[in-house]
């Protein structure tokens, strides 16, 4: 049965300069809340702006109101809809439940009591597998080709393959933790960064985000797990880091104590750290 066909279109030169007209309007929205986003603190914001906030804030604005409202909302929806790895799983996990309750439904109706997975559904996990490993090569690549572009011969990054181990922090949490594909990252990441000459150091990662840049060394004597006031910031001695950088920058420290290297560190660029859009 023929479910859907490809149809092509002529539009009159005013609908065209209309559609166009829209699509200027939609990329000029996308740059305002794009900006907000990345300089939210200088902006004098003090939270994140997520697209909730952004809609309302922006209905009165002129690209705003150049589009109809559930466009524009879609447009602002875009930059949490990027594809982050939590987005993407968010995404297929509701998209397969709502997939499975109607084919079910439709199963249990006409009296099969076990159901088989339908070729919908079975789709749909191979296109989240498909997604997933897409932005994890485009995520290990970007991060292997700067690695060179900088000739840096080493990486350091937090061993967390048995975070998981008997671990429960609720319904939600727990889908979005325990799906983190960490061992698939690492070997990504360590292919990659071969191909460069480049070698993959993994370090144990405790009271890192605990302990204050400024400690004399990361352990547990120095944790200070009050100090992070709330989600990405680290405050100590009345200065605000981000709390994301904290945690990098005492793996780091952790693993020249461990192996014996003495280097000098600078804290400089842990208050504000760059934000990279790594695959759209």
């Known amino acids: ?27 000029k929205l996308w740059n305002v809340c794009n900006y907000e986003r990345h300089y939210y603190k200088e902006l004098g914001l003090e939270k994140y702006p997520d697209w909730y906030y952004q809609k309302k804030a922006h209905k009165g604005d002129l690209w705003y109101r150049q589009l109809p409202s559930q466009t524009a909302q879609e447009t602002c929806k875009q930059l949490d809809k990027a594809r982050k790895y939590l987005s993407l799983e968010r995404y297929f996990h509701k998209e397969i439940a709502r997939v ?17 997975s ?54 939600k949490t727990n889908q979005k933790f325990h799906g983190l594909p960490y061992n698939r990252l ?27 840049p400024l400690s004399p060394e990361v352990s547990k004597r120095y944790a200070e797990a009050s100090n992070r006031k709330e989600r990405g910031i680290y405050i100590t001695d009345g200065v605000r880091f981000n709390a994301d950088a904290v945690g990098a920058f005492n793996i780091l420290r952790k693993y ?8 000098e560190l600078s804290v400089t660029g842990l208050k504000n750290p760059e934000i990279i859009k790594v695959a759209a």
């Not at 080493?154 to 048995?162: A, E, W, Y």
């Not at 993994?202 to 009271?207: A, V, W």
């Not at 020249?256 to 280097?263: E, N, T, W």
């Open 186 to 212: 690492y070997i990504m990441l360590e292919y990659k960064l071969k191909l460069y000459g480049i070698q993959l150091i993994k370090q144990e990662e405790s009271y890192t985000s605990q302990c204050s």
């Open 118 to 171: 339908s070729k919908h559904i079975r789709r749909l996990y191979r296109k989240k597998q498909n997604a997933v490993k897409d932005y994890l090569h485009k995520v290990t690549r970007w991060i292997a080709e700067y690695c060179r572009k900088e000739d840096i011969c080493c990486v350091v990054v937090g061993d967390i393959r048995n975070i998981r181990k008997e671990k429960d922090m609720g319904h």
């Open 1 to 27: 049965m023929l479910l859907s066909h490809k149809t092509s279109i002529r539009i009159s030169q005013e609908y065209s300069n209309i559609i166009g007209h829209m699509c200027y309007a939609a990329s």
């Open 100 to 116: 499975q309750s109607v084919w079910y439904a439709q199963q249990s109706e006409k009296g099969i009591k076990y159901p088989r």
């Open 256 to 263: 020249l104590s461990v192996s014996g290297k003495q280097k």
